[in-house]
């Protein structure tokens, strides 16, 4: 019978949850669901901090410096989460690409 103040349901009288699926577990053939899932994979040749007036008076041929030095590996990240670091290389004539050096290990939380 429903609560007429609050129009709502005693819980011992509300309707059961229908049980869950069983999950499976183990398999490859579990992960082909998220294969063709994108993922955004970006690499980040260093960082800067600045103010906001001094990046305003930046202009063309302007240069900022990054906190990495020169042939310093690069961070690789994917959705925003460190995965990995590596080199710049060329790929082709006129394409840059990262070459993984290593494999970041983090704790996952949850």
Known sequence: ????IRGAMPLNE???????????TGGVGDLNAVYDIPVQVSAV?????????QLLKLGRGAVVELDRKLGEAV?????N?????GEVVMVGENRLGVTM????KTDRVG
Not at 1 to 4: A, H, V
Not at 81 to 85: D, F, I
């Open 101 to 104: 050096t290593e494999i970041v």
């Open 75 to 79: 961070d690789i990240y994917v959705n």
């Open 14 to 24: 509300l309707p059961e949850a229908p049980e869950a699926e069983p999950r499976r």
């Open 81 to 85: 989460r460190l995965v990995a670091r």
């Open 45 to 53: 040749l260093g960082r800067a901090t600045m103010q906001v007036s």
């Open 1 to 4: 019978m429903q609560d007429p």
